[in-house]
């Protein structure tokens, strides 16, 4: 990988550490719709007149239908599930499920693409990988969770199906412009229902959780993202997970009393080394 490559790499791990610790704190007075609108919205705001201003727009034509999938994959779908999980388990145990999303994203890879070879290392690592999500959802699911570890698994899925679609309909249109009107379009679908459902009052410590999630989760992360699916490609890109979710486990214990739990001492490693071996760029 490049020094670009690593930059991009790091900076995007880093930004996409801090949701799940956010998240966390927001839904805790904010229902779910509603933190997506918070998320959206100050994001739409700032984005598209930049967007308009830059010219940015004139790229998507053509690509309507890619922009409205990515949109409701990437965007609308998973941070509601995510949202409305957060409530029930722990930043840390979601932040880990989506670990999962490299192991996803070589199957999704093979399906698209059916002539794709896939290296005995890299189905051995596609084993080991699901071998620690199995024991890292057995050792932490309990009979109230088990359904919301089932939406994070919807959130896995839209993650990972996200990048192809970058980098299969979208990677002749300006990362400015889909992020800009996705975001946009969220907004407005969330609007009515995330009005209706903001409460009277919001604590400080909330406003400023959904101001971080839109300014440095969402403007910041997904520009330098889409970067960086142009440098690496789009599974590889996905393999940010692993840094991400090291920092967001550790936010949790610290600042939320989070547990470290035998899931994490026993899944989290096997996840990380099964997609470290699916991932690896063949020699």
Same mark, same amino acid.
């Given at each position: 990988m490049?020094?670009r490559?690593?930059g991009?790499f790091?900076?995007v791990?880093?930004l ?7 998240i ?5 007075e904010?229902?779910p719709?509603?933190l997506v ?13 930049l967007a308009?201003?830059r010219?940015?727009?004139a ?6 239908s890619?922009l409205l999938?990515?949109?409701v #994959?990437e ?7 995510m949202s ?6 722990s930043?840390?145990?979601a932040?880990?499920?989506i ?6 994203a ?6 698209i693409?059916?002539?794709l070879?896939?290296e ?8 080991l990988g699901?071998g ?6 057995g050792?932490d699911?309990?009979s109230d969770s088990?359904?919301?570890i089932?939406?994070m698994?919807i959130v ?5 199906l996200g990048p192809?679609? #970058?980098?299969?309909?979208l990677h002749?249109?300006?990362g ?6 996705s975001?946009a379009?969220?907004?407005?679908i969330y609007?009515?229902l995330?009005i209706v459902r903001?409460p ?10 959904v ?6 989760c969402?403007i ?6 889409f970067e960086?699916i142009k440098e ?5 890109s996905t393999v940010?997970t692993y ?9 949790g ?9 035998a899931? #994490?001492?026993v899944?989290?490693?096997? #996840?990380?080394?099964?997609?470290v071996l699916a991932?690896a760029?063949?020699?």
């Amino acid at each position: 990988m490049t020094r670009r490559g690593w930059g991009l790499f790091i900076a995007v791990s880093v930004l996409w550490g801090l949701p799940y610790f956010f998240i966390r704190i927001a839904v805790r007075e904010l229902d779910p719709v509603s933190l997506v609108l918070g998320r959206t919205l100050p994001a739409a705001i700032i984005l598209v007149p930049l967007a308009w201003r830059r010219g940015a727009f004139a790229s998507l034509r053509g690509h309507y239908s890619g922009l409205l999938l990515y949109t409701v #994959i990437e965007f609308g779908v998973p941070w509601y599930f995510m949202s409305s999980a957060e409530q029930h388990i722990s930043s840390s145990l979601a932040s880990l499920l989506i670990c999962a999303t490299p192991l996803v994203a070589i199957g999704v890879s093979k399906i698209i693409d059916r002539q794709l070879v896939i290296e005995k290392r890299r189905i051995a690592g596609l084993l080991l990988g699901s071998g620690g999500v199995v024991a890292l959802v057995g050792l932490d699911a309990s009979s109230d969770s088990v359904w919301w570890i089932a939406a994070m698994g919807i959130v896995v899925v839209g993650y990972a199906l996200g990048p192809q679609i #970058i980098a299969r309909r979208l990677h002749s249109v300006q990362g400015l412009a889909v992020v800009a009107a996705s975001v946009a379009v969220v907004a407005a679908i969330y609007a009515p229902l995330g009005i209706v459902r903001w409460p009277d009052r919001v604590s400080s410590s909330a406003l400023l959780s959904v101001a971080a999630l839109a300014i440095l989760c969402t403007i910041v992360a997904f520009l330098l993202f889409f970067e960086l699916i142009k440098e690496i490609g789009p599974s590889r890109s996905t393999v940010v997970t692993y840094l991400n979710t090291a920092l967001a486990v550790a936010l949790g214990v610290i600042f939320l009393d989070e547990p470290i739990t035998a899931g #994490i001492t026993v899944g989290f490693p096997i #996840i990380v080394m099964g997609s470290v071996l699916a991932t690896a760029r063949r020699r």
